[in-house]
């Protein structure tokens, strides 16, 4: 869909990129929708062999860890419950099936577009306890946000949120100081740049002297944050530069902002591949805790025993490729999903599945 | 997950909250309750059935400047 000007100057950009590229650097791009438009653009392949492209944890759906996905399919079993959720969770693998199997013996599982459609499937099933299965970034929280406020105002009492929402910037850190991940560069998500800003990201450059790019969906702006970032990275001057400044303010969006605020409080959080990060999680203030499904129910998360030889943590933290996974393409592939990364159409092992998975270089 | 598609706001319902939004033809209902400042006739990013951000059309228009600067910076 791109225009000609916008083919052109990408073809000038990824010329630019050869030229300017002096010795191997490791850039992470840190958002779902980033994956996929680098895979269906082929930016990998047409990159100079020294820029190696890795993927974070920027799927939403990936990240979730193993417990929680239990605990949510525990919840879908219970009779008075009706889950609303987004497709994108609708197939992941938890210890027993996933959402579509419970909806397949007789569950109530309804698939949203959005926490306002949830809240109206509230409104219109008084004797069901719809649960919305709250995921997604800085993102996706504001508009669960303020279902929850309308929720609250109309005393909707039949409406709970699983809460699997996280932060982008805490995870930044926590791959940071872990050295075997060796992040040279990180291509910020524009999205949930629109929302934050750009000051939460600055300790990137200012405590880790790594830059980092805010970036579009286009290629030709994938392009130029790559530009951007060898740039930088040559000169050997960390910041944080915002390439998507039509849509991201540099305060981000101050409405959404005081929205969570109101709502969620920052709290720890249980990422697949990464572990616990602090603060990384954002739990509902003690106001709205009968709203949160956990409270609600009661739910247990219960420690799960690593099932089969998925690498899905090891993929979100760029430490492999899909293809080094044994299941890649084999046991493991869209229709018959192993691990989330191959279950969301923005997952890692999806992108790669659909776009390379011929290549040799993996 | 964080997609999100450009549209222009062709209506706006009397609770200022939501706005039919054009989006590449289609037009959809979307809430605009995280962009209060959004007026008929902006552009902005839909997101989950919210609208995220206005986009700034000066913004969007000097962005062939940004690329023109990367293309000279590069060859220092
Ligand atoms: S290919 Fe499948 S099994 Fe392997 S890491 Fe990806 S999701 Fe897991």
Known sequence: ?362 | MCLAVPGEIIKIYPDGYQADVNIMGNVKRVSIFLTPEAKVGDRVMVHAGQAISVIEREEAEAIEKLWEELLRHGND
């Open chain 1, 1 to 362: 869909m791109a225009t000609t000007k916008e083919q052109e100057y990408f073809s000038r950009l990824v010329e630019q990129l050869q030229r300017m590229t002096q010795r191997p650097v490791k850039i992470m791009e840190v958002c779902g929708t980033h994956t996929m438009a680098i895979a269906a653009a082929g930016i990998r392949q047409i990159l100079p062999p020294e820029v190696e492209l890795v993927s974070g944890p920027g799927c939403p759906v990936c990240v979730t860890a193993d417990m929680d996905i239990d605990a949510f399919l525990d919840l879908a079993t219970r009779e008075d419950v009706t889950i609303a959720t987004y497709g994108d969770m609708l197939r992941v693998p938890g210890t027993e099936g996933s959402l579509a199997d419970i909806r397949a013996q007789g569950g109530r599982v309804q698939v949203v577009y959005s926490a306002t459609e949830a809240l109206q499937l509230a409104r219109e099933n008084p004797d069901r306890e719809v649960v919305f299965l709250a995921v997604g970034f800085e993102t996706t929280a504001p508009a669960t946000a303020h279902a929850l406020t309308v929720a609250q105002a109309e005393k909707i009492n039949n409406f709970s949120i699983f809460n699997l929402h996280k932060m982008v910037p805490p995870a930044l850190r926590a791959l940071l100081a872990d050295e075997e991940t060796a992040v040279d560069g990180f291509i910020l998500p524009g999205h949930v740049s629109a929302i934050i800003g750009e000051e939460p990201y600055r300790f990137v450059a200012e405590e880790f002297g790594r830059p980092g790019v805010i970036a579009g969906f286009e290629p030709v702006e994938i392009m130029a944050a790559l530009v951007q970032l060898v740039t930088l990275l040559n000169r050997r001057e960390a910041r944080i530069t915002n390439l998507y400044r039509h849509v991201v303010r540099p305060e981000g969006n101050r409405t959404a902002l005081a929205l969570l605020e109101r709502v969620f409080q920052p709290a720890n959080a249980i990422w697949r591949g990464l572990g616990e990060i602090p603060d990384s999680g954002l739990k509902l203030r003690e106001e709205l805790f009968p709203y949160d499904a956990e409270v609600k129910f009661g739910v247990t998360r219960k420690p799960v025993a690593k099932r089969t030889a998925c690498r899905c943590g090891d993929v979100l933290k760029g430490l492999i490729k899909p293809p080094a996974c044994p299941l890649f393409a084999r046991k493991c592939t869209p229709e018959q999903p192993q691990g989330p990364c191959m279950v969301s159409a923005e997952g890692t092992c999806a992108a790669y599945y659909h776009y390379h998975r011929r290549d040799s270089d993996g």
